[in-house]
């Protein structure tokens, strides 16, 4: 017979090899929808860029503007907005997706792409669902711009362009997320491999922060997930 706590340190291996593996917010290869020249963007054109694990993604306005959401910690600290029309950095961004706040802003399309290739329009084929005139999603767009709470499920950059581009603020990227993240946790043998690991890093290392990054890590992301 198997011993237990190997069993469960295997199969908590398997789980974060799982993580690992999954590219939690790709919607697939996007076939032959390739980078196209900045001439031949339409205003009302849906623009994605790749992010490591995320596709970003905003509204074209035209002469060379586009319209996206960018969550910002400097909105709640600062009111200038020299300062905070600049390009937000990493610090910047993951700092204002902790706190939830982000503004609905308009860049140069070089500033939003950020040296990525540009997919235009890849979510009317991902979504198969039929887009507004193009004036309209521009409208929509230009009406949505300045300060609005975030979150990564539930009030992301692609439920903005989905509301402007289909009337219906949707984020394929976050329900396959939410998805994966249930499968894991209805596996309730997690919980005990995870107990079990927690218990033993604990008792052989003492209360350091490799040990207490368990107990923070999961209210964090719940907070994230509000």
Request: hydrophobic share 45%; proline share 4%.
């Amino acid at each position: 017979m198997k011993n237990p706590m190997l069993q469960a340190v295997s199969l908590l291996l398997e789980k974060l090899f799982l993580f690992s593996n999954f590219k939690l917010f790709s919607l697939g290869a996007p076939s032959e929808d390739k980078a196209r020249n900045i001439n031949s963007f339409l205003r009302g054109d849906v623009l994605e860029v790749p992010r490591f694990h995320l596709t970003h993604s905003g509204i074209y306005l035209g002469d060379n503007r586009v319209a996206h959401m960018m969550p910002d910690i400097l909105l709640i600290l600062r009111a200038h907005k020299g300062l905070t029309q600049n390009v937000v950095s990493n610090k910047r961004l993951i700092l204002g997706v902790i706190s939830r706040v982000a503004s609905i802003r308009v860049d140069t399309v070089e500033d939003f792409a950020y040296g990525a290739e540009i997919l235009v329009n890849n979510l009317d084929k991902a979504l198969k669902k039929k887009a507004l005139p193009n004036e309209e999603v521009a409208r929509r767009a230009e009406k949505r711009l300045g300060l609005t709470t975030y979150s990564l499920l539930w009030n992301n950059c692609e439920h903005f362009v989905t509301y402007c581009r289909f009337g219906t603020a949707i984020s394929p990227q976050a329900d396959k997320f939410r998805e994966t993240l249930k499968i894991i946790i209805r596996d309730q043998r997690s919980v005990l491999a995870s107990a079990l690991l927690g218990l033993a890093s604990i008792i052989y290392l003492g209360l350091t922060s490799y040990t207490a990054l368990p107990a923070i890590f999961i209210p964090v992301c719940l907070w994230l997930a509000g």
